[in-house]
C-alpha cells in the first residue's frame, strides 16, 4: 500500500514539475509579443464560440470521419477526468474511493465504460488515417505534408496506453469487489473482467495495482509529452478560441496602425519583421497549432504548386519562437551588453530568414486557412503584418506591384486611367444618372459605389450598367461620385502598404461625410468589405449592401420581376462576398429566381469556395510558379457542364473569362455577373449581352 502512495506521487511530482516549469516558460514567452488588435468582442462571444468551437467541435466536424474520432477523443477524455480522480483517489486514499457528491452513481459508470470504447474506436479511425493519408505516400497532397509525424504517432501510442490501462485495471476492479460502480452497466468492464475472473483473486489484485500505476505513470508522461510538443494545443486551444476575434476573424485586417506622421518616431516600426513585433496573440496563434493541415488542404496556393502552406509558414513562426527564447526572454541587464547592442540584434529577419519571399507573396488572402483552422488561428493578420514591414520599412516587394502602388497614388486606381475615365460608362445609358456635387440629394437613397474595376474595365463595366438599369426600373434613386471616386485601397492594404491605405480611405471618408452619404450599394466585394468593414476604424460609418443582397430584396419585395434564361449555371463564390462577409445565398436566389437557370454546385463552394486568385492583390502580381489559380478554378467550374459560369466580383468575372478563353471555350461558355443574367431574363438590355468579344481591351497593367 505504501509503495502504491509512493510511486503515484513521484509520478505526479514529476509530471507537474516539468510540465508546469515548461507552461511558466511558455506563458513568458507568449506574453512577450505586443498588445495585439484590441476586438470589441462581447464575454458572450467569446462565451459562445468556446461552446460551439471547443465544446461542441464545429469546426472539426465538417470533416464527419476524423470530426467524430476527434470529438469521441475530447469529450471521452472530459468524461475520463472522473477515472483520473478514482485513480488518484484509489492510489492515495482507498481501494474503494468513490467521488465525493458523485459517489456510486450507476450512470457515470456506464458513461465512463461508454466513452472509453469511444477513444478506443477513434484512435483506429485516426490510425486509419494517417496511414491513408500519409505524406510518404501522397507527398504535397497529403494534409499532414510537413507536420511532425513521429509525434503524433507516439501520442496516439500514449493515448491508447491510456485507455487500455483503464480498461484493464476497472475490469480488475470488478473481480476483486473494488470497483465503485454497480456492474449492470459497465458493460466493457464487465467483459473484460469475464475473461480475466478465471485468474483467480490474487491475480486480477495483482493486475488492478499494476494497471493503475501504469495508468498513472502514462497519464503523467502524456501531460509531460503534451506541453514539449505540438499536442499543447489541447491546452492552448481553449484560450486561443477565446481570445480570437468575433465573430470571425476575416473582413477586416485585425491592426489598423497609427499612420499620421506627426505621431511616428524616429524607431516607430510598421508590421513584423522580426518575431518580437508579432502580437502575443499571433504568439499564441503558432503555439495553439495542431498541424492538422486543414488550412493547407484549402489553400489555393498550395492546391496550385506554390510554396505557401498556411501550416507550414505558422510552423516556421514556432520554430523561430521558440529558437529566440533566449533573447526574447533575457533580462535587461544580460540583454544589453558592454557595447549595448539590444538583445534584438540577436533575432534574425523573418523575411527571408524563416519565411521565404515567394510564401509570403503567394498568398491571396481568401481566408480558406482561417475558416478551416479548427483552433482559430489568424494567418492572414500576421501575413500582411510581415508584408507591410517588407513593403514600409524595407522597400521591398514584388517589382510588378511598384506600377500597382503608383498608379493609386497618383491616378487614384490601380490601372492608372485617372478621374476622368470614371464616368465614360454613363454615356451608353438612355436615363440619366445623377453625379453628386456637393451634397447628395435629399430625394436620392443609395450612393452607388461603382469601383474601379466597375468603371475602368470593359467587362465589368457591363455589369455596372445591368446594376445601375435593374435599380433605375425597380424605382431606386441612386447617384454615383463619378470623377470624385478613388479607389478604396484594398489592394494597397493587402500589398502591405498601409500608408496609402490609409490616405485612400481618409481622401473617400471625406467625400463621403462631405457629400452626406449614409447608405452604399458596392459591386464589388472588395469595395463592399473595406467600406463595411475597414473604414469604421478610421472614421467612416455607412451602412454598406453589397448589390446581389439589394437585387434578392428587390426580388423578394417584387419590386424587380425576373424572366426566363435557359442554361445551366455554376456560381462562384467571391472569396470577400462570401467567405470574409458570409454572403452565399442572396446571389443564389437570384439565379433561382430566374425561371430556366438550372444551378449546379462546383465540388469546392460556399465556405469552401476556391479563390479565383485575384485578392490580397495577386490581381496585379505574376503568377509564375505552379499552376494559374484561375485556371485551377476554371477547370472545376466547366467540369460542371455548364453553359453560365455567374459570380458578384468584378475580379472574379476577369480571372474566370480569362481562364475561359485561355482554354478555348469563350466560343462556348459565358461569364456573366447575376445581375447581367437577372437583366437579360427580363429581356430590358441595351445593346447585346452576348458572350464578350475575345478581343476586348484590359486596362494597362493588369494582371488578368
Avoid at 7 to 19: H, K, M, N, S, W
Amino acid at each position: 500500500m505504501i509503495l502504491r502512495i509512493i510511486l503515484c506521487l513521484l509520478f505526479t511530482a514529476a509530471a507537474f514539475a516539468i510540465g508546469g516549469k515548461r507552461l511558466a516558460w511558455l506563458y513568458k514567452l507568449i506574453r512577450s509579443g505586443k498588445a495585439p488588435f484590441k476586438g470589441k468582442s462581447a464575454f458572450t462571444q467569446r462565451l459562445g464560440a468556446e461552446m460551439v468551437e471547443v465544446i461542441g467541435q464545429r469546426k472539426l466536424l465538417k470533416k464527419p470521419v476524423a470530426g467524430l474520432a476527434h470529438a469521441f477523443t475530447f469529450w471521452g477524455f472530459l468524461i475520463l477526468g472522473f477515472t483520473i480522480l478514482e485513480a488518484w483517489g484509489d492510489l492515495l486514499i482507498s481501494k474503494t474511493f468513490s467521488i465525493p457528491i458523485i459517489g456510486h452513481w450507476a450512470f457515470l459508470g456506464f458513461i465512463e465504460d461508454l466513452f472509453m470504447v469511444a477513444v478506443l474506436v477513434g484512435l483506429v479511425v485516426f490510425t486509419v488515417i494517417r496511414l491513408t493519408k500519409s505524406p510518404a505516400k501522397l507527398e504535397r497532397q497529403s494534409r499532414f505534408y510537413g507536420s511532425h509525424t513521429g509525434a503524433a504517432w507516439l501520442v496516439l501510442l500514449m493515448i491508447s496506453g491510456v485507455m487500455i490501462s483503464l480498461w484493464i485495471y476497472r475490469a480488475a476492479q470488478v473481480n476483486t469487489g473494488d470497483f465503485p460502480y454497480h456492474t449492470n452497466f459497465t458493460f466493457a468492464s464487465n467483459g473484460l473482467a469475464n475473461l480475466l475472473l478465471h485468474l483467480g483473486g490474487s491475480a486480477n489484485s495483482a493486475l488492478e495495482t499494476i494497471f493503475l500505476l501504469a495508468n498513472v505513470a502514462i497519464i503523467c508522461g502524456f501531460l509531460v509529452l503534451v506541453v514539449h510538443s505540438k499536442h499543447l494545443h489541447i491546452f492552448l486551444a481553449p484560450i486561443n478560441v477565446a481570445f480570437s476575434r468575433r465573430p470571425r476573424a476575416l473582413g477586416a485586417l485585425a491592426t489598423t496602425p497609427d499612420m499620421d506622421p506627426e505621431n511616428m518616431e524616429e524607431d516607430s516600426v510598421f508590421g513584423a519583421g522580426e518575431i518580437n513585433q508579432l502580437s502575443w496573440k499571433q504568439l499564441l496563434d503558432t503555439a495553439t497549432c495542431t498541424e492538422c493541415g486543414r488550412c493547407q488542404e484549402q489553400c489555393p496556393a498550395w492546391n496550385t504548386g506554390k510554396p505557401l502552406s498556411p501550416k507550414l509558414l505558422i510552423m516556421s513562426l514556432r520554430d523561430n519562437l521558440f529558437a529566440s527564447a533566449p533573447t526574447l526572454l533575457a533580462s535587461p541587464a544580460k540583454a544589453n551588453g558592454s557595447d549595448g547592442a539590444s538583445a534584438a540584434s540577436a533575432l534574425v529577419p523573418l523575411v527571408p530568414d524563416v519565411i521565404d519571399p515567394d510564401v509570403l507573396w503567394s498568398c491571396t488572402t481568401c481566408g480558406a486557412c482561417v475558416e478551416a483552422c479548427p483552433v482559430d488561428i489568424e494567418h492572414i493578420d500576421t501575413i500582411v503584418d510581415m508584408r507591410r514591414y517588407q513593403v514600409l520599412m524595407e522597400s521591398e516587394f514584388p517589382t510588378e506591384a511598384g506600377t500597382m502602388l503608383r498608379n493609386m497614388e497618383n491616378r487614384g486606381d490601380p490601372w492608372g486611367l485617372g478621374a476622368s475615365q470614371r464616368e465614360a460608362w454613363i454615356e451608353q445609358m438612355d436615363f440619366e444618372i445623377p453625379v453628386i456635387s456637393g451634397t447628395i440629394p435629399e430625394d436620392v437613397e443609395y450612393l452607388f459605389w461603382v469601383g474601379c474595376a466597375g468603371a475602368l474595365d470593359e467587362r465589368a463595366r457591363k455589369t455596372t450598367q445591368s446594376i445601375a438599369r435593374l435599380l433605375h426600373q425597380s424605382g431606386i434613386k441612386f447617384a454615383i461620385l463619378g470623377k470624385a471616386e478613388s479607389c478604396t485601397g484594398d489592394s494597397a492594404r493587402r500589398l502591405g502598404n498601409e500608408y496609402l491605405f490609409q490616405m485612400q480611405a481618409q481622401q473617400n471618408i471625406a467625400t463621403l461625410d462631405g457629400a452626406g452619404v449614409k447608405k452604399i450599394i458596392a459591386s464589388c466585394p472588395h469595395c463592399f468589405n473595406t467600406l463595411a468593414n475597414e473604414y469604421p476604424a478610421l472614421g467612416g460609418k455607412y451602412e454598406v449592401i453589397h448589390h446581389s443582397q439589394l437585387l434578392a430584396h428587390l426580388v423578394g419585395a417584387g419590386k424587380v420581376h425576373p424572366g426566363t434564361f435557359q442554361a445551366k449555371v455554376t456560381y462562384h463564390d467571391p472569396c470577400y462576398l462570401g467567405r470574409h462577409n458570409r454572403v452565399f445565398d442572396e446571389p443564389r436566389s437570384v439565379l433561382d429566381s430566374i425561371k430556366g437557370v438550372n444551378q449546379v454546385e462546383m465540388h469546392r463552394c460556399r465556405e469552401k469556395g476556391f479563390c479565383c486568385g485575384a485578392g490580397g492583390s495577386r490581381m496585379w502580381l505574376e503568377e509564375n510558379i505552379g499552376e494559374r489559380i484561375n485556371m485551377n478554378r476554371t477547370t472545376e467550374a466547366l467540369g460542371t457542364g455548364a453553359d453560365v459560369v455567374s459570380t458578384a466580383c468584378p475580379f472574379c468575372m476577369i480571372m474566370i473569362d480569362d481562364a475561359v478563353k485561355a482554354q478555348q471555350k469563350g466560343d462556348d461558355v459565358r461569364v456573366m455577373d447575376v445581375a447581367q443574367i437577372l437583366e437579360e431574363s427580363m429581356k430590358v438590355t441595351i445593346g447585346s449581352l452576348s458572350a464578350p468579344d475575345s478581343s476586348s481591351e484590359v486596362p494597362p497593367d493588369s494582371e488578368n
